[in-house]
Structure formats: structure tokens, C-alpha cells
């Protein structure tokens, strides 16, 4: 037998009984007793729905996971909110000299009651996924000496060490992890489960080590991993999408904790629960921005500040063009548009909870906190905005597929997208005719398969779509998207073929389509690079 709580109640004191369950009312909360399958969540659902209350399985399944009793919110704390979500990436928290930097920030915050989400240390994930590959071919006795364990685990002890932290706080992580990649060994495979259980000793450990800092430095705080907490998330291991149960999952337990002990939150980033498999998933690589944003919705924060080691959202990569400048305010969909086609600044989804929460989101500089950084808000005044920024996504593959009936036949386009459907391949930019498309292929999804799967896949497809087009295949292609104000496509376009032109290079499609901030252009990968510069040079460093 477990006992539950759910959430999402609309008529508080409401009391129910039934053969085989029972409902006591607690405020807004009711416990109901049950046996743990899942034929009786779904009869527990139904009866909620019967009543007029709100659940769904998947609510009835996280708290069935925690196993937690009805609490009471008896609160011994200041009885102040929470207020934000300090989010600080891997590059923020490097070493212990950053990490006592990033801890006077917060500190120099003194009105902000803050959640803090932390990713792996640096590199960190990086090299556990590398330590992961060595190991499948290493033999036992040798995992030993992979250098990227050792390089970890003396990362790991030094910050503790610099920091003044005992050792114990990520002992039993460094040995777990040793005795992991033991394993990976003898198995000789490393399973996107695995995989994803390998990477989460990088946020395990960092958030233990800052929250451990802060309570010696005298501030009280309380560190958290994700999967224990509510994320629950599907079973797409290494690229898993939050669900909703997640929501009131995770403000019961971090409110509730608040409420009574006035620690500061420290949560593992990037991390979740799958919810069939309950094992630890990961969110997709730069996934802590999501934790962010998810714990800002979830809480109905008023900000979520995502920290970085740039100032901000740019308007171009500053590894393609160093002098890339920041953009001071972005709308959601703009800032979504620009992290799905490829700045790595954000992730692809971290805009979703924030915009459906309506909380603005600030991403700042932890190395020059004084700069103010980007601003995403759901609107901002675009009239005088013509480009925004500059994104480009490498390596993509783009077809071009030609009907092979005449004009006026119907049901070609449509085709062509099942067979995409059937073979579960996602589009990413499309331009068509009544007989003719070209699109690029997503090369998120398609590159995170192996090799022998991808190389298949694509044959796969090239085969089926023959049976009713002529199709050319094209590697090594490049989207450039520009992302701003689409109201003035035609005089970003003449723009943009100005450079072009005076840069000898020919766009092979262009795509304007339903995205109101957003135009693509699709170029050979080794002109992409000299495009932008051209492009940023044309758009924002010359006078109007
Ligand atoms: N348009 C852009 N604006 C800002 N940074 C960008 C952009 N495109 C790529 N980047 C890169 O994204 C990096 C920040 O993202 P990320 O490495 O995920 O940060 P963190 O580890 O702090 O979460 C920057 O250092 C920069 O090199
Ligand atoms: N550590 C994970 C998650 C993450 O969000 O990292 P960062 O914030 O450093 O991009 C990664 O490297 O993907």
C-alpha cells in the first residue's frame, strides 16, 4: 500500500470515498490509499475526474515514486517567497575560485530569495561521456587509468579542498562512478541509459560541492538532485521532454522545504526521472536551462536569470565573429527560434515553461555581472527592429525531391511527409512548389544516431521517396537564420542578397515560411562562416 497526494484540486475540502479508496481532506490536499499499479491510477484519475477534480496519472505516479506522507505546511521560516531561479552553466562554475565568485553574486543579491540550478563543472559532461567510451573497449583492469576519470576525480577533491568542503560530500560519488565505468567495461557497451546515468555525476557532484560552500560560508542552503524531486520526464533517454506531473511535483517539495527551513535551493540541472522507467534521463545536452525555466513555471517565480560566460544573447556566434554584440531584449519565440537553429546560448526548448508561465527570463554574464545582459519577454516593441541576430546551423543534409507526375496532380506534397513520418525523420526548413520541395533534415535527430543508423535511415528514405520523385541528396549544407523582424523581410532580403552577391556566393533555398521572426537560408558549409561575418558586418556595424 502507498500513500499519495494530489494536486491540481478545485474544490478544497471535498471528501469522496469509494470501494477502494479514500479521501481525507487537508486544506487543498487530499490522501487517498491505494495498492501501487498502474490499472489504479487510471481508476484513481477517472474517480478524480467523476468529482471534478483535476489529475492526471502521471501527478498520481510522481508522488506514488516519492512516497512521501501528507505534510503538514507548518512553516518556522520568514514566511517570504522564493523569488527566482539563478541558473549558472558549466562554464560559470568551473573551479572553486568560480564557485566562491558565483556564491558573492548571490550573495550580492541580498533581496533575491533565489533557486539555484547548477550544470556539471566546465567540461565535466564532456568528459564523462569520453571516460563512457573508453571504457567499452578498455578492459577492466584499464579503466583504471582512463584520463578522464582521474582528470574528474582531481577536479572534484581540489575543489572541495579549495573550497574548504569535506571530501565525504562527493565520495560516494567519485567510487560510483569508478565502479560505473567498471561495469561499461564488462559489458563492453554503453547504453543511452547508461549514458545518461554516467553524465548525471556531473551535476550531482557540483551541486553538492556549491551547496556545501554556501552552508560553510554561513548561508544556509540544501542541495537537490532533479530526479528525486519530481522532474519526470519521458523515456528518451539522453533527449528526454519534460512532463507536465513535474510541475506541482516540484513546487510542493521545494516550497514546502522553503517554507520550513529557509535553505536556499541547489538543484542538479539537466537531470529528470523517466517516468515508465524511472531511471536518470537527461534533458539534452545545455539541458539545465530547462531545469531553469521549468523550477521559474513551476514556482511562478517572477524572473529566471540563466548566467553565462558571454553577455548575453549576441547577434552572431562569438566564435564565428568575435565581435558579436549583445541584443538587449528577445521575445520568446525569437529566442526559441534562435536556440532551435543552432545558438548554442540557449536550449532549443528552455523558452516553453517560461513563455507558458508568462516569467521573463535574463540571461547574464557571470564574469562581467554589470553587464545587462538579454531580456525574453512574450512582447517588446519591434518597430524599429530589422535583424536581431544571426544563427547558424552546420552540416545539415537538404533534399531536393521532384515529382515525377505533371503539374496539377494533388496528394504529392503529402507523400512525401508520410514517408517521413513513417520513417520518423524530422524536417527542419522547407521550401515547396506544387511539384517540387527541398527541405533540410534535422540534424539534431539525425546525428545523434549511430553511424550504420544514420547512413540506413537515409538510404532508407531516398529509396522511398524515388517511388514517386526524383530526389537529390545533399551533404554539407549550412542554414544561416536570420532572426528578427519578419514585417521587413524585403528589406533584410535585398540586404542579404547584396552580400551575397559581392561575396560570390549562391543561395540554394530560402525559407521564410509561417515563423514570424525568422528567415533561413541554406549555403554550402565552407561559405557559411564568411557569410556571416559579410552578413554581420552589412547589418550591424555600417550606418543605416
Ligand atoms: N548567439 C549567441 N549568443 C551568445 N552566445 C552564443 C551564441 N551562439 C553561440 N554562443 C556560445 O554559447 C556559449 C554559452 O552557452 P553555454 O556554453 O551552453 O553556456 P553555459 O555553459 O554557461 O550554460 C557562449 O560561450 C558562446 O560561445
Ligand atoms: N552539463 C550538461 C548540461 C548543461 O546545461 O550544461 P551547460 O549549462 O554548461 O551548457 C551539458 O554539458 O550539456
Redesign the pocket.
Known sequence: MASLQLYGVKTPGLALSSKRLEFASKGACFSVTLPSSSAVFRDVEHSCRNIGLRVSCEALRVDLLQRKEPETCDSSGTGKELTCVMKF???SVESAERMKEVANLILSFPDERPVIVL??MGKT?NKLLKAGEKAVTCGVTNVESIEELSFIKELHLRTAHELGVETTVIEKHLEGLHQLLKGISMMKELTLRTRDYLVSF??CMSTRLFSAYLNKIGHKARQYDAFEIGFITTDDFTNADILEATYPAVSKTLVGDWSKENAVPVVT??LGKGWRSCAITTLG?????LTATTIGKALGLREIQVWKDVDGVLTCDPNIYPGAQSVPYLTFDEAAELAYFGAQVLHPLSMRPARDGDIPVRVKNSYNPTAPGTVITRSRDMSKAVLTSIVLKRNVTMLDIASTRMLGQYGFLAKVFTTFEDLGISVDVVATSEVSISLTLDPAKLWGRELIQRVNELDNLVEELEKIAVVKLLQRRSIISLIGNVQKSSLILEKVFQVFRSNGVNVQMISQGASKVNISLIVNDEEAEQCVRALHSAFFETDP
Open positions: 552553466g558549466g562554464s550544470s556539471a559532461t556531473g551535476e540541472g539537466y545536452r545545455g539541458g539545465s536551462d
